[in-house]
């Protein structure tokens, strides 16, 4: 069973069969099969990155599919083993679009009971299981607000992606799938969110200064990092890692100017590092 198991899985990945599955409108299907062969049986699955175990409560196939070796989480292992790399016991770590926590629950393992990590996640959903794996690790060693940051206070949409981890401020445009449980992106719900400026945030809440900063959020990453520029800047910010998606970016932004703001916030040394097509990871240095 297992053979067979591990077989159908492979099969998963291959993108000529996901596209087929599409076209015979039998995704939705073969997402519950593929849960059912798959899932943790206790609910519980335990992710494990170098040195470092925490356990996630998997909910649906598309956090399954999140920290799988093959999924995203090949995607963006070599990302997780480097900020665990830069972080030492008792940092602090802002984590800027969190979901439902793979890099906050596996760096509060890390920074430990005398560091701190302080999440943000806008979509209802990604926030609550981002709680509940606070929750399941025994963690007190992080805050989490269930808002988005920008570069000032406001209302605004939160457009939802099919899967939850792609909502984003930004009306993303029609897209193909390019997985069997990712769908299309396209015809989006949505819900208004509170939006705080990042530098005012850490004022009024007096926050800690972090000492790296991790952001993943589907196109607004630029008005955010604007939004933290008081806190980019201060001496305590060495390191911030920031996945960039140049399909959603509003048109007046570009890759370029956000790498030339963080210059000159005093990023001297930016590593590009490729996730895809068109994402991509940098992780800049002071």
Not at 37 to 55: D, F, H, K, Q, Y
Not at 194 to 218: C, F, M, W
């Amino acid at each position: 069973m297992k053979k067979i198991t591990n077989f159908l899985k492979r099969l998963t990945y291959q993108p000529q069969l996901s596209n087929f599955i599409w076209s015979l409108h039998l995704a939705g299907i073969s997402r519950k099969i593929y849960f059912y062969l798959n899932r943790p049986s206790n609910g519980i699955m335990l992710l494990t990155i170098g040195e470092i175990s925490v356990n996630f409560r998997v909910y649906d196939p598309w956090e399954l599919r999140a920290l799988e070796p093959a999924g995203k989480m090949g995607k963006e292992e070599h990302i997780l083993k480097l900020l665990e790399s830069k972080v030492n016991a008792g940092d602090v770590v802002y984590d800027v679009g969190s979901s439902f926590g793979i890099f906050t629950i596996l760096l509060a393992k890390k920074v430990g009971p005398k560091g701190k990590i302080i999440a943000f996640e806008p979509e209802k959903q990604g926030y609550k299981h981002l709680e509940e794996n606070i929750k399941l690790n025994n963690f007190d060693n992080v805050i989490s607000f269930n808002l988005a940051l920008g570069d000032n206070n406001k209302e605004t949409e939160l457009y939802l992606g099919q899967v939850m981890g792609t909502a984003s401020l930004i009306n993303k445009p029609a897209g193909g799938c390019d997985s069997l449980i990712n769908k299309p992106e396209g015809g989006h719900d949505s819900y208004v969110v509170q939006v705080r400026e990042g530098d005012n945030l850490a004022k009024t809440e007096r926050l800690p200064l972090p000492n790296l900063v991790k952001i993943d959020v589907e196109g607004a990453e630029y008005s955010i990092i604007k939004g933290l520029r008081n806190t980019l800047t201060g001496s305590a910010c060495k390191f911030l890692c920031c996945e960039i998606h140049p399909q959603f970016l509003p048109p007046e932004i570009s890759p370029e100017d956000i790498l030339k703001i963080l210059k000159s916030f005093g990023f001297n040394k930016i590593d590009v590092y490729k996730r895809g097509k068109p994402e991509f990871h940098i992780l800049a240095q002071k």
